[in-house]
């Protein structure tokens, strides 16, 4: 069993445009890289077993729909915030109905729903004691970033903490059901 989460990935154009977006900020924390950028679906916690989220990820009927990436946030807040993260400005609903399909399946499993509301996003920086995050909210500003792609898999990632955070390994990629770019 192994730390482990479902997500999407984003195209290279995508984070082409966030790490130009970031470059000439100075984030506070523990900054996330461009290896690690995604919007997960799904933390399924230390005790996972990443072939079994795959087979239950087969042959999922939900499309992924279409996303690009929006403004920033900050939980809790923006002025006591832990993490400062990067949202959706198109595709909430997209990726919010695929999570939910992503959690029936692996409920299967025995991973309990995530008591709170998911939140499509993209994690930016951790920091480790609550920070007033305002003025880096403001400074990414609220434009969208890059252009929008259609989300055409999930991919099922190991986690491997260490004392400089955290690699992510693709375990396996499950294609989805895609329709056409919205006009």
Excluded at 100 to 120: K, M, S, Y
Aim: net charge neutral; aromatic share 4%.
């Amino acid at each position: 069993m192994t730390r482990a989460f479902v997500a999407v990935r984003l195209p290279e154009p995508v984070l082409d445009a966030l790490a130009e977006r970031l470059a000439p900020l100075a984030l506070p924390g523990r900054r996330t890289t461009r290896e690690q950028w995604h919007l997960t679906l799904r933390f399924l916690g230390d005790d996972a077993d990443p072939q079994a989220v795959a087979d239950a990820l087969g042959g999922i009927d939900t499309a992924g729909g279409h996303a690009r990436l929006g403004g920033p946030g900050a939980f809790p807040d923006a002025a006591h915030a832990r993490v400062l993260w990067l949202g959706l400005a198109h595709g909430t609903t997209d990726v919010t109905r695929l999570a939910a399909a992503v959690a029936r399946r692996v409920a299967t499993l025995g991973h309990e729903p995530d008591r709170r509301p998911f939140q499509a996003h993209i994690t930016l920086a951790r920091v480790g004691v609550p920070t007033d995050l305002r003025a880096e909210i403001a400074a990414i500003g609220d434009t969208p970033v890059g252009p929008t792609w259609a989300i055409d898999a999930v991919t099922v990632y190991e986690s491997c903490r260490h004392a400089n955070g955290a690699d992510y390994i693709a375990r396996a990629t499950i294609p989805l059901p895609t329709g056409s770019l919205p006009t």
